[in-house]
């Protein structure tokens, strides 16, 4: 299983699957940061882009996102301050820029991106920035690869773990995957030669029976990972319980801000109200992103829920699962 | 007179004959602009081909060109794609109230360099201006009239099976120059619009090889969505070769930073062509010696099987679909 | 997950970089990595740079891919 978006895509990307000796089957786990974040937080993302004078900033995978009643991108339409940014010193500029108004960053992503979170918080306070604050939904991987072998829906063998995730927690974290689970565990890069490579040492380990957790990915992957960030990462967050679409809650996955930097977090500024949120009738994004299912056995998949006109993330997000098997038209009977 | 362009200077009175010589008619001197007639008269015998474009993009001025220089490229370029000699244009202008005047005569001469380039008359017009906000800054429609050479039947509907496919050149170039330019994106670097007006090189291309099959230029959507809409019109398969495709290393780099496929980027100075697999050789080494062709390649093949579908031969040799573009193009960093 | 390209950096302005993908050019952060240095190749995230690039290992892995290039 791989639990990183963008190996879905490179996978399917490169036909992968084509080159795989048989019995070996690949599945994508929840490696989408867009595609996990929980209907009610995009509810609530969307209902902070209403308050008015606020800017939300975003970047551009969260705009299209269906949440239960609209989108960002549908809040723009109608004429919230919506404003895509490709880096969070961007959204630091633009409360620099415009300082009666409150500015809040929509904080997805994974470890790679939390780092850039951080430093945004940290740079807002050296420099006295007041209106800048930060929605926090970003996540951590390692314990949802736990919550997913503890499930058991799938009996894995081996995990292609995630690429920059890595870069910055290193390759430690991931011990626990082959001394308490027996799973092999390579760590892979995004070329098709990196892929290739990982699925071979993870047979190779299957095939002598000794798993452990391997970097193939060293020119940016190192044991110990990015510390400087991993300390930035302490200094400005603390692990909360997070809600991860298809998953459910999941201890110590989310990062909350620290009561020394609550003045950037937006869930203490504001009171967000929205109703109840609800995902939308027959969308099996939850399955897909556990993969227990396939896109292709989701009955909306292709019909009624296409890239056009995504009825949930998967096929919304560029990284989806059900975006990545559509556009790339993995077979499976298509 | 004025440095701005006012709500009077559409109202068809003093102002607006003022600017029509200042801003036009002076610039694109011809036989017909200096009558000034309501319709421009011709004489046109043999099957006429006839387009008409609108043009919307913003900036208006970018690396590589303009909007008034986009807008003579893809009439005439639309006229060639039928295989008939571009001969003349309509050009109308809906401005923004409070633009500047010498913006508006910038692109007016680009519009004149083009079609002289391009050997168009620019034979009749119109300017309206609206209110500020409602058009933004400028909007460009052309029309534009060809005659089409006895013996040429190019269409989207006449390509065959075993026809080789030909690209023009570098892909994406038109379309990663704009999104650097927009969003706030802050990229800058070597990326150029490849903005060009092709019948010339169409001319000489049906003059070694009169039964070329098909010829499109891949815009909006890129080569994938174009290769998609000729094997739906022709009803065959097309069979494209992943690394044949040229890039220029910026744009592709571009597009990894933003996780984009070139093969979905507008270009809007190449062309692909549908030819008898027998000529594929001659037509590349007289394509490659045209200024708009240098970097003209042999991307793939038409095939009877899966019609209406376009297939991808990954570098790895593994195949995959290569689908129509589905949405927006949103850059993403997740 | 994270979309991050290797960036060469060409200038550096106390914990600004100007880096150069193949020719697009951006101002990135060192922030996260304050040892990188003019000339070091640095993986670039949403305007941060978030590691050095290993270059002896980038060698074998393109060496890899030349050989796949070349037997494919």
Redesign the interface.
Known sequence: MEFCGSHTAAILKYGIRQLLPAGVEMLSGPGCPVCVTDQADIDRAIALAKVPGVILCTFGDMLKVPGTYSSLQQARAEGCDVCMVYSTLDALDIARANPDKPVVFLGVGFETTAPTIAASIAQAKQQQIKNYSVFSLAKLCPPVMKALLDGGEIKIDGIICPGHVSTIIGSKPYEFIPREYGVACVVAGFEPVDILMAVDQLLVQLGNGRPRVEIAYGRTVSPEGNVRAQELLAEVFEPQTARWRGVGEVGGSGYRIRDRYKEFDTERLFDIKTGPAKEPAGCRCGDVLRGVIRPTACPLFGHACTPERPVGPCMVSGEGACASYYLFGESDGR | MEDRVLMAHGSGGKLSHELVNRCFVGKLRNEWLARLDDSAVLECQGRLAFTTDSYVVTPIFFPGGDIGRLAVCGTVNDLSMSGAVPLYLSLAFIIEEGSDISDLEHVVDSIQRTAQEASVCIVTGDTKVVQRGKADKLFVNTAGIGRIPQGVNVSGSNVRPGDAVILSGTVGDHGMTIMAQREGLRFSGDLVSDCAPLNGLVAEMLQVCPDIHGMRDPTRGGVATTLNEIASQSRVGIIVNDVAVPVRPPVSAMCELLGLDPLYIANEGKLLAFVPTDRADVLLEVMRRHKYGKDAAIIGQVTSEHAGRVTLRTMLGTSRILAMLSGDILPRIC | ?????PALILSLNGIEAEV????????T?I????EAKVGDYV??????A??V???Q??RE?IA??KE??AA?
Do not use: Q, W
Not at chain 3, 20 to 27: A, C, F, L
Not at chain 3, 43 to 48: C, P, R, W, Y
């Open positions: 997950m994270c979309v991050a390209v150069d993908i193949e020719g697009v050019r951006r101002k952060s922030y996260l990595t304050p993986l670039m995230h949403a305007g941060f978030i590691k690039i290993d270059l290992e980038a892995t890899l891919l796949i290039n494919g």
